[in-house]
């Protein structure tokens, strides 16, 4: 052959197999082809359209290449339809080093006093997160004791002369009360302080104390917060935004040098959005090795965190029917995600950092108020593999609705099924929302959550299920004596959750902050899904496997539960029809076919084999602190 048809036949080869590439890159300029490394896009929305052009008849993959560097977005980007993979191809976008950035890089500190610098951005910026070196750092707030104070539906009083700087403290008026109880972590905003009382804003005060787990008869209490005022801010990692001003105030940690820190403000809410309709779903797409950043969540700016569980709350200004709790039930929102997706199928990410994240990380078919298209639920074959996620505020990934469409659709199309959460490493999550999860899956089926490392968690580590048994078919006595039904239907037929697999977790460093958890949590009746080989350890008040309100038939198998807390727990009504078997505990329950051992050489081979394998592959946590991994 000559080295003339070589090259015509290396060119044929190479787009076979490759398909069409586009490139971008941080040096790069939306003025070029992108169709070469040479002549890369410089932005990502660009490189969407050119991807646009070319999806409809498709014969081949698409990749696009995403150069090392941060990009930073001033919009959401958003992907549907017209974005997806045509013909069973896809549209891969492969990052190498690659960042997307919702946030505002914050540089030219000047010192000020007591250790306290501040440094400008665009007056009228608004962000309720500042990442220092790649952590959250928390609002400038003071410690107050819950039992120093009486509670009213309007507001806190004291009389200990000892709490009269709350009266004169500047800023008061716009600050905010953080409340960290038993599983519920409330955020609550002050209106007015006068006369040894804290008035604060409405309805929010009155939806933050009734329900469970309150404000004032909270079912533990790890510790009251006065935050979110300039003059509050004394101790090293604090922060204060000043908004109008165009000023951030930050007191670096000790050894923190402020010359170094690389600071960053969350500004966007969302990062990226897959989301398409019920009739025409955005759909295969990957996304490879591209790490997400820098985001924040608003809403407590407002109203406040009216949480209920797992980022479950109460989100509309308005007070329900005041005679009973339970109507607010039906019309919890979801904590929205960075990355959204919903009416969506054959949608894979893999690799990549998750990290400094205000709110959610990913949110897969939640309900429609937690994704900005307005379109929720409807995920089918989603997966996300192998990524690292840390300084996540909100649960890090939720898997499903909460809300009568989630578990009772109205739409089949709307069930969210064959989820995939798989391989990831979740490390020191949930720091500003304490009382959310690395996984919460609500009601899925056919999915997988399995062999992720989890560690370092203020509350649970996986929850699996919603609802308490109350929408299960029949309901529930529990909810029938509370008058739920009153404010919607008692179901006849069964919700859409079973038959998923949680195996081969390895938990540990979980329950932190909190009490009522476990590595694995569970709610509501979900058939033929199985909880096995997980290996739990190191929570000195989290259960190992926690069934709770109405858990019911799961297949709860070979287990390894090492933590102090009980390696079993259940709670609730119609909390039955579970096989529990073959698993190993330290402290807790003798049940017959379970065996409970003083650690871990005690267990079978068969069991040590699962805890070794339990999490990820040793090689992929790297470098990465583990603390004591076995
Ligand atoms: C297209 O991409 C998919 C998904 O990554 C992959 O399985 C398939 O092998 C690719 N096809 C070609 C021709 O490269
Ligand atoms: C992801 O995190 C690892 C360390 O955990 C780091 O080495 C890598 O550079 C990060 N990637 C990006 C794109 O930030
Ligand atoms: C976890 O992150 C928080 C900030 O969000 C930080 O203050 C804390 O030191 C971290 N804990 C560990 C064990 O790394
Ligand atoms: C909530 O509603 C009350 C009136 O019921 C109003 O005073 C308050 O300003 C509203 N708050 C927000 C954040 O809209
Ligand atoms: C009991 O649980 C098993 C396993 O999940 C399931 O197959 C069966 O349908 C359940 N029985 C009832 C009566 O719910």
């Known amino acids: 052959m000559t080295s003339k048809l070589l090259l015509i036949f290396a060119a044929l080869y190479s787009k076979l197999v490759a398909g069409v590439d586009f490139y971008v890159a941080t040096d790069g300029s939306d003025s070029n082809a992108g169709t070469s490394a040479g002549a890369a896009f410089q932005t990502l929305p660009k490189a969407q359209q050119a991807v646009r052009q070319v999806t409809k008849g498709m014969t081949e993959n698409i990749t696009v290449h995403v150069g090392p560097g941060i990009y930073t977005l001033s919009t959401p980007l958003k992907f549907s339809a017209d974005d997806s993979g045509q013909g069973g ?33 665009p007056s009228g910026v608004k962000s309720r997160n500042l990442y220092i070196n790649g952590q959250a750092s928390n609002y400038a707030r003071r410690k107050i004791n819950r039992k120093d104070f009486s509670y009213t539906s309007t507001s806190m009083k004291w009389t200990s002369g000892s709490y009269d700087w709350l009266t004169s403290t500047a800023g008061i008026a716009d600050a905010e009360v953080r409340f960290i109880n038993s599983f519920a972590d409330r955020y ?12 604060m804003e409405q309805n929010t005060w009155f939806n933050q104390n009734w329900g469970y787990d309150t404000i004032s008869k909270p079912n533990a209490d790890f510790g009251v917060w ?54 025409n779903p955005v759909h295969d797409i990957s996304f490879e090795g591209l790490s997400f950043a820098h985001t924040t969540w608003l809403q407590p700016n407002s109203i406040g965190y009216i949480d209920q569980q797992t980022g479950g709350n109460i989100c509309e200004n308005k007070t329900y029917d005041t005679s009973n709790f339970e109507s607010t039930r039906p019309n ?48 089918t074959n989603v997966a996300v593999r192998d990524g690292y996620f840390s300084q996540v505020m909100g649960n890090s990934i939720t898997a499903g609705g909460i809300r009568a469409d989630a578990h009772h659709p109205s739409d089949n199309r709307m069930i969210n099924s064959r989820l995939e959460i798989s391989g990831n490493i979740f490390r ?10 690395p996984i919460l899956a609500t009601y899925i089926q056919n999915s997988l959550i399995s062999h992720n490392d989890i560690y ?27 008058g739920l ?70 297949i709860i198998q070979n287990n390894i539960l090492l933590s102090s807390g009980s390696w079993y727990a259940r709670n609730g009504v119609n909390t039955a029809n579970n096989t529990i078997t073959g698993n190993f505990g330290k402290s807790g329950p003798s049940m017959s076919g379970n065996t409970i051992v003083s650690d871990i050489s005690k267990v079978s081979a068969d069991a040590k084999k699962a805890a070794d394998r339990a999490g990820v592959l040793p090689e992929r946590r790297g470098n990465r602190p583990v603390s004591n991994p076995k």
């Open 89 to 121: 191809f896809t549209v891969a976008w492969v990052g190498q080093n690659a960042l997307i950035s919702g946030g505002r890089k914050v540089t030219g500190w000047t010192a000020g006093s007591n250790g306290v610098y501040s440094a400008s951005v």
């Open 456 to 482: 370092i968690a203020p509350y649970s580590g996986i929850c699996i299920g919603y609802g308490w048994g109350s929408n299960d078919a029949g309901g529930s006595s529990e909810y029938v004596n509370r």
């Open 226 to 279: 006065v935050q979110n005022a300039l003059a509050l801010l004394t101790e090293g990692g604090q922060f204060y935004l000043d908004s109008g001003a165009g000023k951030v105030y930050y007191k670096p940690l000790s050894g923190e040098k402020i010359e170094s820190v690389d600071a960053y403000l969350g500004i966007l809410e969302t990062l990226v959005v897959l989301g398409g309709s019920y009739d």
């Open 188 to 199: 609550a905003p002050i209106k007015a302080a006068a006369n040894r009382e804290l008035v």
């Open 332 to 379: 919890w929102c979801q904590m929205p995600s960075a990355i959204q997706i919903s009416a969506a199928k054959n949608i894979f990410f893999s690799g990549g950092n998750y990290t400094q994240l205000g709110a959610g990380g990913i949110g897969i078919g939640n309900d429609a108020n937690a994704h900005i298209t307005g379109v929720g639920l409807g995920a």
């Open 428 to 437: 020191n999550v949930s720091s500003l929302f304490s009382s959310t999860v």
């Open 485 to 554: 039904y009153k404010y919607q239907p008692q179901y006849t037929t069964p919700t859409v959750m079973q038959n998923n697999r949680i195996e081969g977790n390895l938990i540990h460093a979980y329950g932190l902050s909190h009490t009522d958890l476990g590595a694995i949590y569970t709610l509501s009746k979900s058939p033929s899904t199985y909880i096995t080989q997980n290996y739990a350890f190191d929570s000195n008040v989290g259960f190992g496997v926690y069934t709770d309100e109405g858990s019911n038939s799961y």
